[in-house]
């Protein structure tokens, strides 16, 4: 079974960053589009950003525009998300999640998932 496992998250001031990393302990990414998603309390999951095995970028959301940025780099075997200016309607659990080559938005599309880290943005 393979598992992604995400790390980074926290608890931050209004204007804070984060850095979200997300791999795949003995399980190799090259050949996956790598998706984060985020699940607000009481909201339906939503997807963030996605990068492609091509490293194509796939923005989900536009009110995050300019302040959520994906990366990875496979000879690390992680995917990252870098969080800038959070907002208190960031705030919820972020998952990243692997599924063939290709970006989708579609959650049910993906093959694997991490366990998801909290982030929690204060006013």
């Known amino acids: 079974q393979v598992q992604l496992v995400e790390s980074g998250g926290g608890r931050v001031q209004a204007g804070g960053s984060l850095r979200l990393s997300c791999t795949a302990p003995g399980f190799s990414l090259d050949d996956y589009a790598i998706g984060w998603f985020r699940q607000a309390p009481g909201k339906e999951r939503e997807g963030v950003r996605c990068?492609?095995?091509?490293?194509?970028?796939?923005p989900y959301i536009r009110s995050v525009e300019g302040r959520f940025t994906i990366s990875r780099d496979n000879a690390q075997n992680t995917a990252w998300l870098q969080i800038n200016g959070l907002e208190p309607d960031d705030t919820g659990v972020y998952y990243c999640?692997?599924?063939?080559?290709?970006?989708?938005?579609?959650?049910?599309?993906?093959?694997?998932w991490g366990q998801g880290t909290q982030v929690t943005v204060s006013s």
């Open positions: 999640a692997a599924r063939d080559f290709d970006c989708s938005e579609r959650f049910g599309s993906y093959n694997y």
């Open positions: 990068i492609s095995y091509g490293n194509r970028i796939s």
